[in-house]
C-alpha cells in the first residue's frame, strides 16, 4: 500500500500539524461544537492559508479541516443535508488546491491529502474522545460513521485518515467499514498511556482488528502524549507488522479547561522525533499545539536521518 501512495518501503514522511494550533495561532477562537469545521461554513481562506503554512513548513501529508464535521453536528447546526454533503467535500476541494498552488509555486514534488475523519467523541463535542466508553452498540457506531466515510471515499482525498479513535467498540464498527472502502486508510488511536486506548483497551487488540483490511495501510496513534510513543510504536509493529506505523502525538503539554499547562521544549520535540523514526514510524506529524515550527524542524530531522550516508 505504501507503494500505491508513491512512497518506497524506506521513506519517512512528515504529516503537518494540528489544523487548529495553527488556525488559533492566527487569531481564530472557535466557541461552536463544530470546532473549526466552522471555518468550512464562514472563512474557508483562513483553512487554505493554515494548510499551506504547513506546506511550506515541508509537511508532505497534510489533513482537511473535517475532523468534527459531522452530517449530524451539521444538522443539529440547522444545514441541511445536501449543503452538510457539500461541506465535507469542500474540505478536501481546500486541501487539494492548497497542495496544487504549493507545487507550482515551489516547483517540488507533490504532497498528499488526507481526509480527516474524526470519533464519535468528536460530534458530541464534549471531551469524550479522550474517553471513550460512549455506551453505544457498534452497529449505532456503523451508523454513525458510515454515510461520512462513503463520501470521503469518493471525494479526490488521497488518504481518508481515521483519527483520534478512543475506543474499541468504534475500532470494530471502523473495520466493518473500511473492508469496503477504495481510498488508503489509516486508524490512529488516542491513548491513556504506553498500553492502552483511552476505554482501557490493550492498543494491541484494537489494532489486530485492522491487520488483515486491504484499505488500511497503517495504523497508529495521535492525540497521544509523546512520551507513551515510542513504546506504543512497539507494540504496533507486533501487532501487524505488514503496516505502517503513523504517529503524531500532541505537544505533551496538560489541558485543563480553557487552557494548556506544562512544558513545551522545541528541544525535546526533535529528540522524540528521532526516537520514533528509529522505533520505524513511517508517518510523523503533531496533533495539538503542534504547528508549523515544530513541523519544520520534524522535516528537517526526517531529511538529516533519511539521507544518504557520504562516503
Same mark, same amino acid.
Given at each position: 500500500?505504501?507503494?500505491?501512495?508513491?512512497?518506497?518501503?524506506?521513506?519517512?514522511?512528515?504529516?503537518?500539524?494540528?489544523?487548529?494550533? =495553527?488556525?488559533?495561532?492566527?487569531?481564530?477562537?472557535?466557541?461552536?461544537?463544530?470546532?473549526?469545521? =466552522?471555518?468550512?461554513?464562514?472563512?474557508?481562506?483562513?483553512?487554505?492559508?493554515?494548510?499551506?503554512?504547513?506546506?511550506?513548513?515541508?509537511?508532505?501529508?497534510?489533513?482537511?479541516?473535517?475532523?468534527?464535521?459531522?452530517?449530524?453536528?451539521?444538522?443539529?447546526?440547522?444545514?441541511?443535508?445536501?449543503?452538510?454533503?457539500?461541506?465535507?467535500?469542500? @474540505? &478536501?476541494?481546500?486541501?487539494?488546491?492548497?497542495?496544487?498552488?504549493?507545487?507550482?509555486? *515551489?516547483?517540488?514534488?507533490?504532497?498528499?491529502?488526507?481526509?480527516?475523519?474524526?470519533?464519535?467523541?468528536?460530534? %458530541?463535542? #464534549?471531551?469524550?474522545?479522550?474517553?471513550? #466508553?460512549?455506551?453505544?452498540?457498534?452497529? *449505532?457506531?456503523?451508523?454513525?460513521?458510515? $454515510?461520512?466515510?462513503? %463520501?470521503?471515499?469518493?471525494?479526490?482525498?488521497?488518504?481518508?485518515? %481515521?483519527?483520534?479513535?478512543? +475506543?474499541?467498540?468504534?475500532? !470494530?464498527?471502523?473495520? @466493518? &467499514?473500511?473492508?469496503?472502502?477504495?481510498?488508503? !486508510?489509516?486508524?490512529?488511536?488516542? !491513548?491513556?498511556?504506553? +498500553?492502552?486506548?483511552?476505554?482501557?483497551?490493550?492498543?494491541?487488540?484494537?489494532?489486530?482488528?485492522?491487520?488483515?483490511?486491504?484499505?488500511?495501510?497503517? &495504523?497508529?496513534?495521535?492525540?497521544?502524549?509523546?512520551?507513551?510513543?515510542?513504546?506504543?510504536?512497539?507494540?504496533?509493529?507486533?501487532?501487524?507488522? @505488514?503496516? @505502517?506505523?503513523?504517529?503524531?502525538?500532541?505537544?505533551? $503539554?496538560?489541558?485543563?479547561?480553557?487552557?494548556?499547562?506544562?512544558? /513545551?521544549?522545541?528541544?525535546?520535540?526533535?529528540?522524540?522525533?528521532? +526516537?520514533?523514526?528509529?522505533?520505524?514510524?513511517?508517518?510523523?506529524?503533531?496533533?495539538?499545539?503542534?504547528?508549523?515550527? $515544530?513541523?519544520?524542524?520534524?522535516?528537517?530531522?526526517?531529511?538529516?536521518?533519511?539521507?544518504?550516508?557520504? /562516503?
Amino acid at each position: 500500500m505504501q507503494s500505491a501512495l508513491g512512497l518506497s518501503a524506506n521513506d519517512v514522511v512528515c504529516l503537518d500539524g494540528g489544523l487548529a494550533t =495553527e488556525l488559533e495561532n492566527r487569531g481564530y477562537q472557535f466557541n461552536t461544537k463544530l470546532w473549526s469545521a =466552522e471555518l468550512l461554513l464562514n472563512n474557508p481562506t483562513a483553512i487554505y492559508h493554515s494548510h499551506m503554512a504547513y506546506l511550506e513548513a515541508g509537511a508532505r501529508i497534510i489533513t482537511s479541516a473535517s475532523y468534527q464535521a459531522t452530517l449530524q453536528g451539521l444538522s443539529d447546526c440547522g444545514i441541511d443535508l445536501d449543503r452538510s454533503r457539500k461541506v465535507l467535500t469542500d @474540505s &478536501i476541494d481546500i486541501a487539494l488546491q492548497a497542495r496544487d498552488d504549493y507545487r507550482g509555486k *515551489s516547483g517540488s514534488g507533490t504532497a498528499l491529502v488526507a481526509a480527516s475523519i474524526g470519533p464519535y467523541g468528536a460530534y %458530541l463535542a #464534549n471531551g469524550s474522545e479522550y474517553r471513550g #466508553n460512549y455506551g453505544l452498540n457498534i452497529q *449505532s457506531l456503523v451508523d454513525f460513521h458510515q $454515510e461520512r466515510i462513503g %463520501l470521503m471515499d469518493g471525494s479526490g482525498a488521497d488518504i481518508l485518515a %481515521l483519527e483520534t479513535i478512543p +475506543d474499541h467498540h468504534e475500532a !470494530c464498527a471502523l473495520a @466493518s &467499514i473500511l473492508k469496503n472502502v477504495s481510498t488508503p !486508510c489509516w486508524i490512529s488511536f488516542s !491513548c491513556n498511556d504506553a +498500553d492502552h486506548l483511552r476505554d482501557g483497551t490493550p492498543i494491541q487488540n484494537s489494532a489486530a482488528l485492522f491487520r488483515n483490511i486491504q484499505s488500511v495501510f497503517a &495504523i497508529g496513534v495521535n492525540c497521544t502524549s509523546p512520551e507513551h510513543v515510542t513504546p506504543l510504536i512497539r507494540k504496533l509493529r507486533s501487532s501487524a507488522p @505488514s503496516k @505502517s506505523v503513523v504517529v503524531y502525538p500532541n505537544s505533551g $503539554e496538560d489541558y485543563q479547561p480553557g487552557t494548556w499547562t506544562g512544558e /513545551h521544549s522545541l528541544n525535546q520535540w526533535q529528540r522524540d522525533c528521532r +526516537d520514533w523514526i528509529n522505533a520505524g514510524a513511517k508517518i510523523i506529524g503533531g496533533c495539538c499545539r503542534i504547528g508549523p515550527n $515544530e513541523i519544520r524542524l520534524l522535516a528537517d530531522v526526517i531529511d538529516s536521518s533519511t539521507r544518504p550516508e557520504e /562516503h
